[in-house]
């Protein structure tokens, strides 16, 4: 026996039996990286109810029972009862507190929360670790999608977005804020299992070109082929950003949207307010007759034109969209990828698709899952020329 087992045949065994383990490739490990997110961001509140949800959540070590009121004085914190301080932490555990007060929505946060004043509004910083944060960022976005590698396409375009922006607010002591200013960030009221399941999935996946993170543009339905980031914002120029055709001829994947074609009836007194409030037109001036000056690849309008009583205004059609979109809502001009009829007094939009056309489209992706195939392909699809790779 002991002859047998030689010092070199046991090392040889002890390398035979583990180096399996050590060759498990770094991607497959756990590694919780955490993101600090900035809430109710766009309306800072002066004070803050914090309302324990189903499991235990402390409140400076101590445990949170009933809901407790937090409110900013200038740069310290009061919770009721207590002297004042310079920092209140939250520990909400993964069950979660619901926060609420003054005009923000009532909202169900996790993991620690930090709450410092600033001028007599109160900072609050949510730190979580990213998978968790992506599920419910793509719980929001993914909107009415259903299948699976939809949802995982969806979660590797978030997080590539959320590495590659990580430094947004270096500067003040968080990551992202919770607005469209970064990315859409509700907490975990609405939270869909299916995100959740997306975001662990793809862990560490992130899209890349020549080993950079990509910018992942994404809207909800094309109506037949991507644009060119160009056509959209000149100045944005990425190779990746191209026009891609969404699916077989006449059968683009994302025609199983509920939305996809669409028409709209405006008057154009209701067009002439917008155009002179948008500064498009003069206030003396009329709209007589809007047509499509320009096109792009996808045959989006890209120029607006206007005939006044005796000029012609040309006008982007992106701050076309944008503009209507704001003044009219969002409903009324889906997207630049429209015909113009105009009548006597009014114009009709014919158009397909929601959304600027640029990168993913969402109800494209979805109809790749429902013909087989994964995210990889839908990712690859619409954002040529990159790899999928780990962070
Ligand atoms: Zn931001
Ligand atoms: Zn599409």
Not at 54 to 68: R, V
Not at 214 to 233: D, L, M, N, P, Q
């Amino acid at each position: 026996m002991g002859k047998f087992f030689t010092p070199s045949l046991i090392l040889c065994l002890c390398l035979y039996l583990y180096l399996p383990l050590l060759l498990i490739p770094a991607p497959l490990c756990a590694r919780e990286r955490p993101v600090r997110i900035l809430l109710y961001s766009v309306y800072k509140p002066a004070s803050i109810t914090f309302e324990p949800a189903k499991g235990n959540a402390f409140i400076n070590d101590i445990l949170l029972k009933a809901p407790t009121t937090i409110e900013a004085g200038n740069s310290l914190v009061k919770i009721k009862g207590r002297p004042p301080r310079k920092l209140a932490r939250i520990n909400a555990g993964s069950k979660g507190v619901w926060l609420y007060g003054g005009a923000n929505p009532r909202r169900l946060y996790t993991g620690l929360i930090e709450i410092t004043a600033e001028k007599n509004t109160l900072k609050i910083i949510n730190t979580l670790s990213l998978d968790r944060y992506l599920a419910s960022v793509v719980s929001a976005e993914a909107g009415n999608l259903s299948l699976a590698e939809a949802y995982k396409a969806q979660a590797v375009a978030a997080r590539t977005y959320t590495i590659k922006n990580m430094r947004n607010h270096a500067g003040a002591g968080y990551n992202l804020c919770d607005s469209t200013h970064c990315q859409l960030f509700t907490g975990f009221a609405a939270i869909k299992p299916k995100a959740q399941a997306a975001a662990d999935f793809t862990r560490n996946e992130v899209v890349t070109c020549k080993g950079k993170l990509i910018s992942t543009f994404y809207h909800a339905v094309c109506g037949g082929r991507t644009e060119a980031i160009g056509f959209v914002w000149p100045s944005g120029h990425k190779p990746y950003l191209v026009s891609v055709k969404d699916g077989p001829e006449g059968k683009p994947y994302c025609a199983i949207a509920p939305a996809f074609n669409w028409k709209t009836r405006m008057s154009l007194k209701t067009l002439n307010r917008i155009a002179k409030a948008l500064k498009w037109i003069k206030p003396e001036e009329e709209i007589r007759k809007m047509t499509v000056s320009e096109r792009g690849i996808s045959k989006r309008a890209v120029t607006i034109e206007f005939a006044a009583a005796d000029r012609k205004v040309r006008v982007p059609a992106t701050d076309f969209y944008h503009g209507i979109g704001r003044r009219a809502g969002w409903n009324a001009v889906r997207s630049t990828l429209f015909d113009v009829y105009s009548g006597k007094d009014y114009i009709i939009l014919e158009g397909k698709g929601s959304g600027h056309g640029v990168g993913m489209c969402q109800w494209g992706a979805e109809g790749m899952a429902r013909k087989g195939f994964n995210y990889r392909d839908i990712l690859l699809h619409y954002y040529p020329g990159t790899r999928i790779t780990y962070d």
